[in-house]
């Protein structure tokens, strides 16, 4: 299957830092991608929807000011998650959507 | 996109077929059957998709009622690195753009030695 990867997979950062996660496709192009957020022993919740060279479409609920995305080319986008506090610690996915969706590895972000 | 139903966790010998359940019976005509795993800490992983047909590939096979209203999705020889939560999902459309994916609760699949 195609392959999706992600940047960085792990990262620690102090309250109030902002935090930038990249996702590549990196043997495809993929005019839309999708970000996820996964809290502790729960499923993956949509977080928003990244189309090349436009705006993001955000889910209800997901600051869009707090979650910025660009996705500036057909593979690769990116989320800053902005004055990151403790409670946006999760696990960050991207996916990439070919005819099929395939899933990066995921980031790890822990605000202190 | 149809709701999906699945158990919690089912258990399976290594070695042995392992059979996963998906209930969707309000799915439409146009919705497709998707399988995906994550196995702990990672990025989901795609496995196989359908729309009315039995489908198998190099990791499973699909196994999709002739009413649509269910499906079974079937690992042949388990191994423990098959030990993962397996999420079927019902969404529209295949080919052009893409949609989006829901994710319930899925099945955790424990492989057993």
Redesign the interface.
């Known amino acids: 299957?195609a392959v999706?990867s992600?940047h960085p997979s792990w990262v620690i950062c102090k309250s109030g830092t902002s935090v930038k996660i990249e996702c590549r496709s990196l043997d495809f192009q993929?005019?839309?991608m999708?970000w996820?957020r996964q809290f502790p022993k729960q499923?993956?919740?949509?977080m928003a929807?990244s189309n090349e060279g436009s705006k993001a479409t955000y889910e209800q609920g997901v600051e869009k000011d707090k979650f910025l995305i660009n996705h500036a080319s057909l593979t690769l986008s990116t989320l800053t998650v902005t004055s990151a506090h403790p409670e946006d610690s999760s696990?960050y996915?991207c996916?990439a959507?070919e005819?099929?969706?395939?899933?990066?590895?995921?980031t790890?972000l822990l605000v202190l | 996109d149809a709701k999906t139903t699945q158990p919690p966790s089912m258990d399976c010998a290594e070695g042995r077929a392992a059979n996963l359940p998906c209930n969707h019976s309000t799915i439409s005509g146009n919705e497709y059957v998707?399988w995906?795993r994550?196995i702990h800490?990672?990025?989901?992983?795609?496995i196989i998709?359908g729309l009315k047909n039995n489908e198998t590939n190099e990791m499973a096979s699909l196994i999709i009622t002739e009413d649509r209203k269910s499906s079974t999705l079937i690992l042949p020889h388990a191994t423990l690195r098959d030990t993962a939560v397996y999420?079927c999902i019902v969404s529209s459309g295949?080919?052009g753009?893409?949609?989006?994916?829901?994710?319930?609760?899925?099945t955790q699949l424990t492989v057993l030695p």
């Open positions: 299957g999706v992600q993929a005019t839309t999708f996820y499923s993956l919740m949509l929807t696990f996915i996916s959507s005819e099929t969706q395939y899933f990066g590895p995921g790890r | 998707y995906y994550q800490s990672q990025g989901p992983q795609y998709h999420y295949h080919s753009s893409a949609r989006q994916l829901t994710f319930g609760s899925g």
